[in-house]
């Protein structure tokens, strides 16, 4: 079946470091996919998607490139802020598997001042 | 902005209790879903809902739970019997079309916490 396994945490980043989350995917098919960002006391929020390979989702600095050929999906950001820390999740959803998302464990990200 | 909104934000039952968990999902949208993350671990699915019948549930889902649009603005999941390890953020999460599912938009969580 479906799975995205993501690098452990915590990231433990000074401010305006450079960010990797790493990503990698297995999937049937060309399966879409997608960067969730959960802030402390709320809920999953849409950072970015990319729907076939080569595509690059970004959004508030963040980016990430759907690479087909090592089934990866890294996110990156060049410089974080304190305001970024929050748990991270790649996930996935594929049409022969009802377009549910699938989810990583989630990254857990600390930005110190 | 529309959002997807949950009650209770958090919910203490006893083991054996019947607990609802409330969502209204985003108006526009057709296709809702029920997630859940025990503390420390995945993002689980649980259930997608269109058209007033389950299209999709996982392992998780057992006779316990249950989910029922009874109006046409609420989405609720039910556990008849709850047991501890039922004890989980609960999200409930909309989107406008079956293509677009991966673009779900989650409500900030029902946390539940069987004694």
């Known amino acids: 079946g479906n799975s995205v396994t993501q690098m452990e945490g915590p990231v433990t980043l000074s401010e305006e470091a450079f960010l990797t989350i790493n990503c990698t995917y297995t999937?049937?098919?060309?399966?879409?996919l997608f960067w969730y960002v959960q802030y402390p006391g709320e809920g999953l929020q849409l950072l970015l998607k990319?729907?076939?390979?080569?595509d690059k989702g970004s959004n508030k600095g963040f980016e990430a490139t759907y690479r087909k050929e090592t089934t990866s999906f890294h996110l990156e950001k060049g410089s974080v802020q304190v305001s970024d820390s929050a748990v991270y999740f790649c996930?996935?959803?594929?049409?022969?598997?009802?377009?549910?998302?699938?989810f990583g464990a989630g990254t857990i990200l600390r930005v110190k001042s | 902005e529309p959002e997807v909104t949950q009650t209770p934000s958090h919910q203490v039952t006893q083991m054996g209790q019947e607990v609802i968990l409330r969502c209204v999902p985003i108006?526009?949208?057709?296709?809702f879903y029920w997630y859940r993350q025990i503390l420390g671990q995945k993002v689980e699915f649980l259930v997608s809902f269109y058209n007033n019948e389950i299209s999709e549930k996982s392992e998780i889902f057992d006779d316990q739970f249950s989910v029922e649009r009874p109006d046409g603005s609420n989405f609720t999941l039910k556990i008849r019997s709850t047991k501890l390890e039922d004890s989980a953020m609960y999200f409930c999460?909309?989107?406008?079309?079956?293509?677009?599912?991966?673009?779900?938009?989650f409500g900030e969580g029902s946390r539940l916490t069987v004694l």
């Open positions: 990319a729907t076939k390979a080569d």
């Open positions: 108006s526009n949208h057709l296709y």
């Open positions: 999937a049937t098919g060309y399966p879409s």
């Open positions: 996930a996935l959803s594929s049409p022969l598997y009802g377009n549910k998302l699938v």
């Open positions: 999460a909309s989107s406008e079309a079956p293509r677009l599912a991966g673009e779900l938009f």
